[in-house]
């Protein structure tokens, strides 16, 4: 009983305990995934586009970028983002300056952008998908009207297809909040990374761990619950069967 | 009188994958090249040639750590695979202690970053020292890699789990009448009608599923594991040098490209009975 206290007593706010510096590391990694989130989905709906109703070109490179990302671990895309986002700034700022003081890439913006591209990969299929939702006849009941192709993508397509895309980046969305516990490799205070600072102080790797596995369980159902009413006032129009 | 139709042309003779078509070469000529890459020291010798003296002095390294990931990989997709039957079996059930647990680790394991995963399961074995040496299972968590093997195969069983549950509902229902009918046993229904049909329902999902479990796999090179990603991580640190990180990426994509075709070739093989004959 003695041990289960003083484990409670681990997590107490305050100098003496680690509970704010885990809810801290909770928000940053809460933080990341909302702010990966809209990168993401921008960048996947110009992929899909791209893919959808580009030239060949275009075509080529959506499924091209499409593979590279979905078939890289997300650790080397994230690697590769950080690391070689750092050498890249180097060299630009060594032609543009003569003596250059070094920049630091921000864990967190390598982060989004790493997460953001492998998100972008994905959901650029999902709304690929939803493409296919939206029936020919639509497209072209609306250039009878007179709709410029601009305005039958934001009244006609657009809102039909993010219904259509929903549950996929729902889907993707708890995927991303579980893919953001790698950015504590690359030293950024995220939930798994200030328990791994809590756990070399106190040395109570299995509590402290669980308690991280557990945090993320409960953002994840916290996410469905919110999805579930998303999907439900998305889908507010829509007649059901028996209803 | 009508006359008779031509009799439709005779299936012309196949093997076992079918009609070969140009893929089919494309995906053996891959998995050719990836089993070089582990086998042989061809990427030596051109690293040679260029004069890339990193790429040669550390190229073995990262053939070896690409066996590591295989070698990974394979032992826990086959492992999980077991474990999932059982965990796939009890989320039939409607209630009962059996099925909570199964509920529970299936959503445990699925969702929690694998990464949490491994910490949790390297790092706090660690703090069980003295109960783990007490029942001789010490020399086994005292060793990353066997613990990430562990914490890969409990995870992907969890994954494999919610494929096989999923593939075994979608066997109609009228598989099993017929099998009642004939007599059979509800376990021998089981085993001989349902699997293998599920199995095969489950071609494509498991397919993914190693594809995931590669990409994932390289979490291993962060408790300290020389996988492919280790091999690269300890090559990069060595030699402040990012290019390493680009051929990783170049592996990484050969093999997961490799591993969707020759699946794609084992899917068309295993359902070639399903086809309509042109």
Redesign the interface.
Known sequence: MDRIESLIQLLAWGPNGWGDEIAAGTAITVALGIATLPFGLLLGFLIALAKHSGGRTARMFGNLYTTVFRGLPELLTLLIIYYGGQRLIQEVQALLVEDPEPIEVNAFVAGMVALGMVFSAYSSEVFLGAFKGITIGQIEASRALGLSRLLTLRLVVLPQLWRFALPGIANLWLILLKETSLVSVIALPDLLRSTFIAVGVTKEPFFFFLVACLIYLVLAMISSIGIGWIERWANRGERRAGA | MTTTPHPEAPPTASGFFGEARTGDLVALALAAVIASLVLSDWPVAIGTWLGNDIFVRYWPRLAEGLGVTLQLVAISIVLGGLLSLPLALARFRNRGFASTLAYGYV??FR???????T??VY??A???SDTLRGIGLWGFFKEAYWCVLLTFSLNTAAYQAEILAGAIRAVPRGQWEAAHALGLSKPVAFVKIILPQAFVTALRPYGNEV?LM??????A??VTVFDL?GA??LA?NRTFD?QV??W??VV??LL??TIRRVWDLIERGLTRHLRRRA
């Open positions: 959503y445990f969702g929690t970053p694998l990464l949490a995963q910490f949790l790092y706090g660690g703090e069980f594809i590669i990409k994932g796999s390289a979490v090179s962060v990603m690269t991580r990069a990012e990180y680009l990783a990426a990484y994509l997961v490209e």
